[in-house]
Nanobody, 128 residues
Framework: QLHPVESGGGSVQAGGSLRLSCAVS????????MGWFRQAPGKEREGVAR????????YYADSVKGRFTISQGNPRNTVYLQMNSLKPDDTAMYYC?????????????????????WGQGTQVTVSS
């Protein structure tokens, strides 16, 4: 059974860095679209970054371009989100998304409804 598990969240000051991990078992990730989303209190869940496992194609929200990096692990059952130059606006619960239901070339524009399975989330808090 598919079960993404996130880890690596925490509290940092503005300008700091964190690395989130999403470990997935029971699901072959190769040539699959995986995503990181986040949800701040009172806001909708938004896509942060997506990756096609294997080819390594990556896609980012404008708000995190140049600061966040999504990558695949080796072996390819883990997805990472390296977050640098963190801002207070990055404070949110971060979720790993798996089982993309769309066509692979749409990975870059994948939305919340396009993923079937989610992790429990990991909290990221950035103080000013």
């Amino acid at each position: 059974q598919l079960h993404p598990v996130e880890s690596g969240g925490g509290s940092v000051q503005a300008g700091g860095s964190l690395r989130l991990s999403c470990a997935v078992s029971g699901y072959p990730l190769n040539n699959r679209c995986m995503g990181w989303f986040r949800q701040a209190p009172g806001k909708e869940r938004e896509g942060v970054a997506r990756i096609i496992i294997g080819p390594g194609d990556t896609y980012y929200a404008d708000s995190v371009k140049g600061r966040f990096t999504i990558s695949q692990g080796n072996p390819r059952n883990t997805v990472y989100l390296q977050m640098n130059s963190l801002k207070p606006d990055d404070t949110a619960m971060y979720y790993c998304a798996a089982e993309f239901r769309g066509i692979l070339y749409r990975c870059g524009s994948a939305k919340e409804a396009d993923f079937r399975t989610w992790g429990q989330g990991t909290q990221v808090t950035v103080s000013s």
